[in-house]
């Protein structure tokens, strides 16, 4: 089966290398019959497979709340980390041993392969049900991960096929205390002003920005959003298909900004090497007054430094006819099993799981953010920060067309090399089109 060729992708920020070995596979086959496997289907019992040790005490305190309300008995089961959770779903998914509940963490194109084996169910109708409610209740932006729109891409019968329990949004965060001691009285709403901000911090030894550009996924989500606000998504979408080349002004533009900041001292020294990890310690230990991270932070930060004052800012835009569009979306999703004898059973606790009361309970409990937009209300200061992104988010998952693996990859570390200062734009774009065009000619044989 397609399964054994999976490759890991949870939020961009972990992977696995592809192709599986079939002796691997089987050995988690062998697992997921034995002591790890599903126990004996219960009518009232539902079975839940997850990955996020950060949510198993909640989950399993929600789990016993439900019973008491409705008598179904949920079993929460945790795998960690989330590799080798994968790796037990890919397997359970051979054997034809996967719980009612789980979470699929990979690609779109991957969950496209469970969808067409009839392991994923179709949720569109309980979704729409009264007038959509359910559907409604939720950040549009967190159900396009798992929806698929008519005439997609991949051929998957329209629908809803999965439900997000919380959602992500990529933003900056600045320091106050730090803004304050450069007279800085409200973080800024432009490049320009920002650029003048980083300015004023240095001359009173304050660093500028940090931020984990040593993993090139967060350096190139940054990328996107200026290419986004500097040329429109129908630009850079055209540019992956290879309708525009990256020699063009536009994207010269957006590789110059990283020059700009080189030029102005912006950016922390060794950034280009920083894991985001160690850019989050930074940025909680008060070495940098700016920086660049997804909403998990708020967890981290407040274990490294209960007492940090920060907020959070959409990146400064530029000054252009387009909006700067930050990566947003689904942070965590749960399916239904389609195999499932329990899948009404299993559908009613996942819309049980996303009302507003439980999303407001997970948010406080773990710092998430809720993909309940009802629950906006209930949940910390900082949290509501982030979450009025969501609207202006997009993600690589709702994309129309994607570019090829080894350009993105030239291009995110074309960019490292313009911040070093070893190339300049022009090269790097130069660099990047001639990557492009010999993935284009392969694909044309």
């Known amino acids: 089966m397609i399964f054994a060729n999976s490759s890991n992708l949870d939020g961009g920020k972990r992977s696995m290398s592809r192709g599986t070995p079939l002796v691997l596979c089987c050995a988690w086959i062998l697992i997921a019959l034995t002591g790890c496997s599903p126990s004996p289907s219960k009518s009232n019992t539902i079975l839940l497979w997850h990955w996020m040790t950060d949510r198993h005490d909640t989950l399993e305190q929600l789990a016993e709340k439900y019973k008491q309300e409705t008598g179904v008995e949920v079993t929460v089961q945790l795998f960690a980390p989330s590799e080798a959770y994968s790796q037990k779903v890919i397997a359970a998914a051979q054997g034809n041993v996967l719980p009612d509940i789980y979470g699929v963490l990979d690609k779109k194109s991957i969950v496209v392969d469970f969808i067409q084996a009839g392991l994923i ?7 729409e049900a009264d007038g959509g409610r359910w559907k409604n209740s939720l950040f549009d932006k967190a159900l396009a991960d798992r929806r698929f729109d008519a005439g997609n891409i991949y051929g998957v019968k329209p629908g809803i096929y999965g439900v997000p329990i919380d959602v992500t949004s990529q933003q900056m965060l600045y320091n106050r205390k730090l803004l304050a001691k450069a007279g800085i009285a409200a973080p800024p709403k432009t490049w320009d002003e920002w650029i003048k901000d980083c300015q004023a911090l240095r001359r009173v030894g304050i660093t500028p920005f940090v931020s984990g550009w040593g993993e090139i996924w967060l350096l190139d989500c940054f990328a996107s959003n200026y290419a986004f606000n500097i040329m429109g998504e129908a630009k850079v979408f ?54 660049f991270n997804g909403s998990w932070c708020v967890n981290v930060y407040k274990d490294m430094n209960p007492k940090l004052d920060y907020g959070v800012m959409l990146p400064p835009p530029l000054d252009t006819a387009f909006p700067l569009k930050i990566w947003g979306g689904a942070g965590s999703s749960f399916v239904v099993n389609g195999t499932s004898p329990h899948k009404d059973k299993a559908t ?40 009025r992104g969501m609207e202006n988010s997009t993600h690589p998952n709702t994309w129309p067309v994607h570019e090829d693996p080894l350009v993105v990859e030239t291009f995110d570390k074309g960019i490292q090399n313009i911040i070093i200062g070893e190339k300049t734009p022009g090269q790097v774009a130069a660099d990047v089109q001639q990557v492009k065009d010999r993935q284009m000619s392969k694909g044309s044989r």
Do not use: C, H
């Open 121 to 127: 169910a179709d949720l569109t109708d309980a979704m």
């Open 238 to 291: 055209a540019t992956y298909r290879g309708e525009v080349k990256y020699t063009d002004p536009d994207w010269i533009r957006v590789l110059g900004l990283f020059e700009e900041l080189r030029g102005k001292n912006a950016l922390m020294e060794g950034i280009v090497t920083k894991g985001n990890k160690y850019a989050e310690q930074d940025f909680a230990l008060e070495r940098a007054a700016f920086t």
């Open 348 to 387: 009613a606790f996942l819309k049980w799981l996303t009302a507003k009361e439980q999303q407001a309970l997970l948010s406080r409990d773990t710092n998430n953010l809720p993909a309940n937009r009802e629950a906006m209300a209930l949940i910390p200061p900082i949290l509501e920060e982030f979450a």
